[in-house]
């Protein structure tokens, strides 16, 4: 419907080139350009420099003001635009308008943008949405992912990910509870490592519950749970637990819990998932390293 | 059994000093230290600024050759221990022997170290393992996480990981074949979004036949897939296709398959899996932005 948005991934600059020499020449027409761009954990030194490289060549950073807080230090000067939660929507919209203005927008959010972020909504409402009388229809789009909160968990545990993984978000604002509540049964009967994204807010507490019950039908009790709040953050805190017990504990929206599988051990304070090298050593190939 | 080896994160450098100036000082004992470092794509330009920084001040590098190529140009001079594929084993132990020695060491892998990759056997390795007649038990460990294939291969696709996502490896060298089935059965029967790892080899030809198989039993046969060969590397390529079509493209060790859910659409190009913000706009709550 409406009008149509030519969309296309920027041609990535020089990859040594860290100067952020990607702008315009004078005298060409000036065309927006939309980067939508997770920056991980939110302390810079887990930026990627593609993301370090775009926001230097951003006019205007739109965000999350939590996660602009953390890296408003990096840039003074810089015209940046922070909401609140539950603000996503305007956001994107607002990021948008911008780039079809002409401007160069970084549109920000924690973790990947790809990984439940921004880049989902961002991507339809340009897609789908009309522009307004003085926006242009050409704007240059790219989407730069960031480091995500599970590979930020994981390397807090230890080395849980190294087999079969299901990611579940337990909010059901977005998603009925009963698509997600099949999710969590599947992902425990073929017995996934399953990390639960979004387990528990101050007004939602019974879906954690309701997820280790269901672990429980099909997992034993002692299995490895492992809690990470602030992920290679400030104030950063893990518990290392087991599936009976992690409910227990403190649970907010910024953790992040990993439940194992069954091949997942604590070795020296570590979560760990084999892979199953030590068995068949010699048979090794085909493996992503 | 045998040794053990204490292990801890390394306290994280001046996330803002650049430099690399976590050394030890003169006159202090030197502790050996093995960093486990994920380089995401594989372009300088994804590694996060952690990554770089523990390459920067890493004495020798232990990696799979092809990564190693990738980073030869980037520390002229620097030690460098490069081996084959189906040597994962034998660089953790190398890693691991030079780290108690008491050198600075960096443990490199493609993607994120910590997602099949070789943050699992190090650490299986150094806990379980014993250390040399002159090794020191005591070593600094820190895993780096970088920016997965998944996370690079979503992004080029557009935004297909808005939804709760199962991570397969199709590689059945580690993993018996029946166990990965049974995952595959039940990803596609709770309409998970679906990335498949390792989907096929020279030799191993059969099980992406399979998995389109176990998926057409639930999906519809025109549900969206992606296939991204190099994501976010020189000669990237992508494929966006359908569940019925999807195995008459080339497929290999290179490519990385993510299969849609029964929300994803392709609009304009791009695969992307609504989150539904449209519907519950004015309910938005607790979400991850």
Redesign the interface.
């Known amino acids: 419907m409406c009008s149509?948005?030519s969309?296309w991934?920027a041609k990535?600059?020089d990859?040594?080139n860290q100067t952020g020499q990607c702008s315009f020449s004078p005298g060409q027409k000036k065309t927006g350009r939309l980067a939508i761009i997770?920056l991980?954990p939110g302390?810079?030194?887990?930026?990627?420099?593609?993301a370090?490289?775009v926001l230097e060549e951003s006019e205007v950073i739109v965000?999350?003001e939590r996660?602009l807080a953390l890296i408003k230090d990096f840039w003074p000067g810089r015209k940046v635009l922070a909401s609140g939660?539950?603000?996503?929507?305007d956001?994107c919209w607002q990021a948008i308008a911008l780039a079809r203005q002409g401007m160069r927008v970084a549109l920000v959010?924690?973790?990947?943008?790809?990984?439940?972020?921004?880049?989902?909504?961002?991507?339809?409402l340009l897609?789908?949405q009309p522009k307004g009388p003085d926006e242009d229809d050409e704007i240059e789009v790219e989407?730069?992912?960031?480091?995500?909160?599970i590979?930020?968990a994981?390397?807090?545990l230890?080395?849980?990910?190294?087999?079969?993984?299901?990611?579940?978000?337990l909010?059901d604002?977005?998603?009925p509870w009963p698509?997600?509540k099949?999710?969590l049964?599947?992902?425990a009967?073929?017995?996934?490592v399953t990390a639960l994204?979004?387990p528990k807010?101050k007004h939602?507490t019974e879906q954690i519950l309701e997820a280790q019950a269901i672990f429980l039908q099909f997992q034993p009790p002692k299995t490895p749970v492992g809690i990470v709040h602030n992920a290679?953050r400030d104030e950063e805190r893990k518990i290392i637990t087991t599936l009976d017990e992690f409910t227990q504990h403190e649970i907010s929206?910024l953790s992040l819990i990993i439940i194992g599988n069954s091949k997942t051990r604590i070795?020296?304070?570590?979560m760990?998932?084999?892979?199953?090298?030590?068995?068949?050593?010699t048979?090794?190939?085909?493996?992503?390293?």
Chains 1, 2 share one sequence.
Do not use: W
Not at 43 to 50: A, Q, S, V
Not at 109 to 124: Q, S, T, V, W
Not at 143 to 149: E, F, N
Not at 272 to 281: F, H, L, N, V
């Open positions: 149509y948005a969309v991934r990535p600059c990859p040594k997770g991980g302390r810079r030194e887990h930026f990627t420099l593609r370090l490289q965000g999350y996660y939660m539950r603000k996503e929507l956001r959010c924690g973790g990947d943008c790809g990984i439940y972020g921004l880049a989902g909504p961002a991507l339809e897609l789908s989407i730069v992912p960031g480091l995500s909160a590979s930020a994981a390397s807090v230890g080395a849980p990910l190294m087999n079969d993984l299901a990611i579940i978000s909010s604002l977005l998603i698509v997600i099949k999710r049964e599947a992902a009967y073929a017995d996934f994204y979004n807010s939602r290679l929206m070795i020296g304070g570590n760990i998932t084999p892979r199953g090298y030590e068995i068949k050593d048979e090794l190939k085909d493996t992503k390293c």
